[in-house]
């Protein structure tokens, strides 16, 4: 009874019919077909162009068309096989995802609908080896908003995160007839964040000193530590055995 209404709780979290799901999205058991692979193949290309048009005029940029833009909004625009679960228990199933780094969108694709994962406190995908999980953070402007950050290392005191974002660079007009015009194009970043206990993840910047200064209480200690092993941490990999090494200190 309780993972049941788990399960009822989680679907309806979704922008999309518990039917729909299990006969598009669902890849557990599927077997491909010319119709199923057309549609999916045609819905890809709609379902991109809905999601930018709705941001796009959130942003008052209405007269901006997708297709004007150069570039692409997403890390890897394929839909693949995506691991979904609630709070680590609860395994959902899989299905064909894929995450929008410019609208901050985790999709599913059904060729009936829009689908996207709302952004809830437990919820986790798994997408080529990458965790996706949703985190409360401070935006530019301050305000509090939730996002889907990468899950590098899963510490008792202090998690490290990767933040995979795109944003959309306006189109610059040619001020003389010796400019170059500019078109609009979408711009791809990477930021990591720490994140101490309950507390909101706070961006890094990935310089020694910098992320030293980031763990006052053992400042010394990991300073010996970067020097005795050599450790780049400008590299993720030496970033995360830092931040794990950190984590087994008293």
């Given at each position: 009874?309780?993972?049941?209404?788990?399960?009822?709780?989680?679907?309806?979290?979704?922008?999309?019919?518990?039917?729909?799901?299990?006969?598009?999205?669902?890849?557990?058991?599927?077997?491909?077909?010319?119709?199923?692979?057309?549609?999916?193949?045609?819905?890809?290309?709609?379902?991109?162009?809905?999601?930018?048009?709705?941001?796009?005029?959130?942003?008052?940029?209405?007269?901006?068309?997708?297709?004007?833009?150069e570039g692409e909004p997403y890390f890897d625009e394929m839909f693949v096989n995506g691991?979904?679960?609630?709070?680590?228990?609860?395994?959902?199933?899989?299905?064909?995802?894929?995450?929008?780094?410019?609208?901050?969108?985790?999709?599913?694709?059904?060729?009936?609908?829009?689908?996207?994962?709302?952004?809830?406190?437990?919820?986790?995908?798994?997408?080529?080896?990458?965790?996706?999980?949703?985190?409360?953070?401070?935006?530019?402007?301050?305000?509090?908003?939730k996002g889907f950050f990468i899950e590098k290392s899963d510490g008792n005191k202090v998690?490290?995160?990767?933040?995979?974002?795109?944003?959309?660079?306006?189109?610059?007009?040619?001020?003389?007839?010796?400019?170059?015009?500019?078109?609009?194009?979408?711009?791809?970043?990477?930021?990591?964040?720490?994140?101490?206990?309950?507390?909101?993840?706070?961006?890094?910047?990935?310089?020694?000193?910098?992320?030293?200064?980031?763990?006052?209480?053992?400042?010394?200690?990991?300073?010996?530590?970067?020097?005795?092993?050599?450790?780049?941490?400008?590299?993720?990999?030496?970033?995360?055995?830092?931040?794990?090494?950190?984590?087994?200190?008293?």
């Amino acid at each position: 009874m309780k993972t049941f209404q788990l399960l009822s709780v989680f679907f309806s979290l979704l922008f999309t019919s518990l039917t729909a799901f299990s006969q598009y999205g669902n890849v557990n058991g599927r077997q491909s077909n010319a119709n199923f692979e057309a549609n999916l193949a045609a819905n890809n290309m709609m379902r991109s162009r809905d999601i930018f048009q709705e941001v796009l005029k959130k942003g008052m940029n209405n007269e901006l068309k997708v297709e004007e833009i150069e570039g692409e909004p997403y890390f890897d625009e394929m839909f693949v096989n995506g691991e979904l679960s609630f709070k680590d228990s609860l395994d959902l199933g899989q299905f064909l995802m894929r995450y929008n780094a410019y609208a901050d969108e985790m999709e599913v694709s059904n060729p009936k609908g829009n689908n996207f994962i709302n952004k809830v406190d437990g919820i986790a995908v798994i997408l080529k080896n990458e965790k996706y999980v949703v985190l409360n953070y401070k935006s530019d402007d301050q305000t509090i908003k939730k996002g889907f950050f990468i899950e590098k290392s899963d510490g008792n005191k202090v998690n490290l995160y990767l933040r995979k974002y795109v944003t959309l660079k306006p189109a610059k007009e040619a001020k003389t007839s010796f400019h170059t015009a500019t078109p609009a194009s979408f711009n791809k970043h990477e930021a990591y964040f720490l994140k101490f206990g309950n507390d909101a993840p706070i961006e890094i910047k990935l310089k020694k000193s910098k992320i030293l200064n980031s763990f006052p209480d053992k400042y010394d200690t990991l300073k010996k530590y970067v020097s005795t092993e050599k450790l780049n941490l400008e590299k993720e990999e030496d970033l995360i055995k830092l931040v794990q090494y950190y984590d087994s200190l008293n």
